[in-house]
DNA sequence: TTCTTGACTTAGACGGAGTCCAATGTACGA
DNA sequence: TCGTACATTGGACTCCGTCTAAGTCAAGAA
């Protein structure tokens, strides 16, 4: 994760304490926190931090495309620190547990031209429903 | 649309003057409005009808799986009365327009049994994105 | 037709998620 | 070390949705 940091450096932004317990925080496989979990684990590491802040740094992280926003449910957005390689998401039913999947072949070239009413079509985002082995 | 409504009434529902302006107001090919655009809609008709009865309304049109509910970005979610086509969205990152689309093959088949981590995998949804013609 | 009653509707209070703001603090180049 | 532009903070605010208590009414019974 001290990637991230070095690549917010290198794009002209501080270093603070803040920025760089949100990063460490959010690293790791299969991780999709909403900020509100962020901010519970931050506030661990760093007790003053502020939820604006989360918002603002996760916020950041996206717009860089460190990180991507997953909205699985009607619920809180989960933020995922898995953006270099595309996938796809696999949500449970019962518990709300999602993980990372890589289906293949191009979701994309599913949709024939005559289903794409003239639209630039640039991206598809699949989320696949079920029981994990706990809750089936 | 008066499909629905006997439906409604077959499961033992009132026919109420508000029910009947919800069904109304949904009808049509890609119609996915927001619960507040139902409502302001169903005001038009009958003035008196509260928020609080088109979210009952449309929950129990959804729980009967003749209205389905769809989340195509962070914001309030869309009610869709194609309920009986399985379908997928196509939606404009631009102005936010929604399309029904029909992709070939069965999405689900894409994910091999190694990618399922033990899972029941019972359903895939599909959001493509991209821009409309208006908005290109 | 009128009566009765439990289901339906209503307004408004409430809650979660996220944004915005003015005041305060601080990272870092000079 | 200092100055300052940028970052953080807490709290107010908005949007979307849920809940509740009181009033209303659809529809079966008589
Ligand atoms: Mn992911
Ligand atoms: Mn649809
Ligand atoms: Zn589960
Ligand atoms: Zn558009």
Same mark, same amino acid.
């Given at each position: 994760?001290?990637?991230?940091?070095?690549?917010?450096?290198?794009?002209?932004?501080?270093?603070?304490?803040?920025?760089?317990?949100?990063?460490?925080?959010?690293?790791?496989?299969?991780?999709?926190?909403?900020?509100?979990?962020? !901010?519970?684990?931050?506030? +661990?590491? @760093? #007790?003053?931090?502020? %939820?604006?802040?989360?918002?603002?740094?996760?916020? *950041?992280?996206?717009?860089?495309?460190?990180?991507?926003?997953?909205?699985?449910?009607?619920?809180?957005?989960?933020?995922?620190?898995?953006?270099?390689?595309?996938?796809?998401?696999?949500?449970?039913?019962?518990?709300?547990?999602?993980?990372?999947?890589?289906? !293949?072949?191009?979701?994309? +070239?599913? @949709? #024939?031209?005559?289903? %794409?009413?003239?639209?630039?079509?640039?991206?598809? *985002?699949?989320?696949?429903?079920?029981?994990?082995?706990?809750?089936?």
């Amino acid at each position: 994760m001290s990637d991230l940091l070095e690549r917010l450096r290198e794009r002209g932004w501080r270093l603070t304490a803040q920025r760089r317990v949100v990063a460490e925080v959010l690293d790791g496989d299969h991780v999709h926190l909403t900020a509100d979990e962020v !901010h519970a684990r931050a506030i +661990a590491r @760093l #007790p003053e931090i502020s %939820r604006a802040t989360v918002y603002n740094t996760l916020g *950041e992280m996206v717009s860089i495309g460190e990180v991507v926003e997953v909205a699985t449910d009607g619920r809180a957005k989960r933020y995922d620190p898995n953006a270099h390689r595309p996938h796809q998401h696999l949500v449970c039913s019962g518990c709300g547990t999602v993980r990372d999947v890589h289906p !293949h072949g191009d979701p994309l +070239a599913a @949709l #024939p031209a005559a289903e %794409r009413f003239g639209f630039t079509v640039s991206a598809a *985002e699949v989320t696949y429903r079920g029981l994990c082995p706990d809750c089936s």
